[in-house]
Each structure stands twice: as structure tokens, then as C-alpha cells.
């Protein structure tokens, strides 16, 4: 019975020599690619989400800027004499209105006595009407406050609203005094809430759309304000990753929301600005993972494909530099096994050092 020798004994010690340079190199190489791909794959995905959280954070610090602003012209409406003069209230009116007329976001100002009574009013709109159960005047009547979004209730049926939506305002409320510091009223004024989507817009610039970015805005307590119409008024506390009330830094995750779609997802905590202290609102960028991370996969490809070629070329480079190397010893192995065969030793070659 014949025996057969082992695969490996088929080949020459040439050969397998050769054979073992050349993996020992493309192994090698394709292993650099590949550490040279994932970390450049995870330095550009920090990079991605780190654009997402700073876009977020201009998201609500124009929101917080713009309170801000408003804030200040209440504090400069307060300088009108016709509060404390005991101006008629057709001239206290038309001061009101003249504010109003400067600021499109601006939907109603009211005066009150110090009772709650609505004195005058922008378009006369609840002139005569007591607004003492409402937190505008509860809170206004003790210091400046901001009061959070809400949607209207005295005012719902009184303004206009082409839209036939439900109304939403953002309120800022002040005391009046008079010379002798005593209350003469509340001085209360309703933001439209359109205000805030106009910025979520300008935030969402045509090249954002077309790489399918999304800008939300949450309350303090992680309810919808803007956003997609599907969203309005969802909570979103079940995310993992929403900063703390304390955190006011940018910050970013890969987030797996609710509907179970999992999104590159930016977050900044509104921490106000001035005179404005801020109402906790967070400020969301999204984007579907598969589009966030499309470059990256790119990447990665480009990356490893230019690995597996350099991988070939060094691969053929050893070849040819192995086998050059090995050629003086399979010369004086052929020249061994002629002398083992009864050959003279003259027979062997003399090579030459380097």
C-alpha cells in the first residue's frame, strides 16, 4: 500500500517560503487598513454628532436670545408715562398697539388695574375683562416672569387665526408702580408661539432638509413643542440620553426613539440668556442613522479598498523579494542532492555575501 505524503511535503521549501512571506505581508497590511478604518470611522462619527448637538445648541440659544429681546422692550414699555399719568385709556391703547405693530410675534398687550381688570388693550381685545385667575397676572403682579408655552384660553376665540390651529403663546408679565411704589397693575403681554417656528425654519436650511435633518424643541419635562406634526404634545422622556436640568453643554448619542428608528441625535438645555432665565427647553437635532452614518460606510469602504490593494501590491513585492532571497538556497539545496547522489562537491555552487 502506497503512502502519501503530506499536502504540504508537494510543495518546495522555495515555495512555501515565498508563500509565507507573501500572506505574512497582505495579512499585515490588510490589518492596518482596517485599524486605520475604524478609527478614522469613529473620529468622523464623533465629528457627526458633535455637528448634531452644535446645531441644537444654536437652535435654543437664538430661542433664548429672542426672549431675551422681548423681555428688554417690556422693560422699555414700562418708561411710557401714560401708565402712572392717568393718561385715557385710548392713548394708553395706542401706545400698546404702536409696540405691537414693531413686532409681528407680539399677539396681545395688556394693562391691568390692580385688581386684574383689563384697562387698555391692543385692539381693545378683553378691555373691561378680569384676568385675576390667570397666571399672567398671578405672577406678574410679584415680579417679572415668563410663563411657558400654552395655548390660549381667554384669548382663543378674540384673535385672529387663519390657520384654524390651536393658538399657542409664550407670556411675559411685569408689575407697573407708580412714583410711590405702590401696584397700579400688571402689564402682561402674549408672544405668538409662531415666533419659535420661524426659527426652527431658519434652522433647517435647504441642504439640511435634503439630508433628511429634523430640529425639535422640548419642554423641561420632555414634551413635544415643535417638531414634526406627529410629535406635538408626545413625550419624549423615555430617551435615554436627554440632559439633565443641571447639564447645559451640547452633548450627542445614537438614540433609539420610540417609533424604534434609531437616530443621530444632538441635545442642547436651554440655560437662558441675560434677562431672560431660561424654561428648561430642550433643543433636539435628529437624523436617521443610516443617513448620518452614510459617510462614514464610505469611507470605510475607500479605506479598506485601497488596503486590499496595497495589501496585493506589497503581497507581489514579497513574493519577488522572497524568491530572490531564496534562490541561492535552493541552488545549494539541488547542488546537496547531487552530492547525496554520488556527484562530485565541485558540484556546488560558490555564492557571493552581500
Known sequence: MSVHPPFYSRFSLRSRFIALIATLVFATTLLLGWVASRESAQQMEAAIGTAASEAAYQMVDKLDRSMDARIKEVKLLLGIQAFTNDAGTSLLREQLELLQSNH?????????????TVLAATGGILEGVSIAQRPVFIEGREAMWVGDVHEAVMLAQLLPNPSGEALQFVDIATPVYDSNEQLQ????????????????????????????????LLSANGTVLLGPAALIGESLDSLKNIPAPSN????????????????????????GFEDFPGLGWIAVSRKPIASALAPIEQLQAAIMGM???????????????????VAPLTRLAKAADKIQDGEHADSIPLESGS
Open 185 to 216: 397693575g400688571v402689564l402682561a403681554v402674549h408672544l405668538s408661539w409662531q415666533w419659535a417656528e420661524y426659527i426652527q425654519q431658519s434652522m433647517l436650511a435647504p441642504t439640511n432638509q435634503r439630508h433628511n435633518t429634523e430640529m425639535l
Open 104 to 116: 409681528n410675534v407680539v399677539s396681545w398687550i395688556g394693562f391691568t388695574d390692580s385688581e386684574g
Open 307 to 325: 488596503g486590499v490593494l496595497l495589501a496585493l501590491l506589497f503581497a507581489i513585492i514579497g513574493w519577488v523579494t522572497a524568491s530572490r532571497l
Open 248 to 271: 447645559t453643554s451640547p452633548q450627542w448619542a445614537i438614540e433609539t426613539w420610540p417609533n424604534g428608528e434609531r437616530f443621530m441625535t444632538g441635545y442642547a438645555r436651554s440655560s
